[in-house]
Nanobody, 128 residues
Framework: QVQLVESGGGLVQAGGSLRLSCAAS????????VGWFRQAPGKEREFVAAITRSGGNLYYADSVKGRFTISRDNAKNTVYLQMNSLKPEDTAVYYC?????????????????????WGQGTQVTVSS
């Protein structure tokens, strides 16, 4: 079992920055990959970014490449999502999720059904 708690969301103006944190407890943190997903009102949950167990591989949705950075600190059992140059379309509830299974292809890390554990979400609102 892995318990995940997100924090760091809030209201920011377009062009601003936020850093989300995903704190984990339970299972050895370094044994899980972690992904960030988001869901805007009336839309399906979508992949944002993922980081493998060791942090050696990072994956991003095209919509956030060059603006968002995912990282992890296994000593602190925490994954971060640094979000820069925020746009109104980034407004959503952001969720972190953990995947104990190893996947050899980046494709699987973009699929929400491959993640077994989810946090409660944190709201990010970007005003224009």
């Amino acid at each position: 079992q892995v318990q995940l708690v997100e924090s760091g969301g809030g209201l920011v103006q377009a062009g601003g920055s936020l850093r989300l944190s995903c704190a984990a407890s339970g299972r050895t943190f370094s044994s899980v990959a972690v992904g960030w997903f988001r869901q805007a009102p009336g839309k399906e949950r979508e992949f944002v970014a993922a980081i493998t167990r060791s942090g050696g591989n990072l994956y991003y949705a095209d919509s956030v490449k060059g603006r968002f950075t995912i990282s992890r600190d296994n000593a602190k059992n925490t994954v971060y999502l640094q979000m820069n140059s925020l746009k109104p379309e980034d407004t959503a509830v952001y969720y972190c999720a953990a995947a104990p299974q190893y996947y050899g292809s980046s494709y699987y890390y973009t699929l929400s059904q491959k993640y077994d554990y989810w946090g409660q979400g944190t709201q990010v609102t970007v005003s224009s």
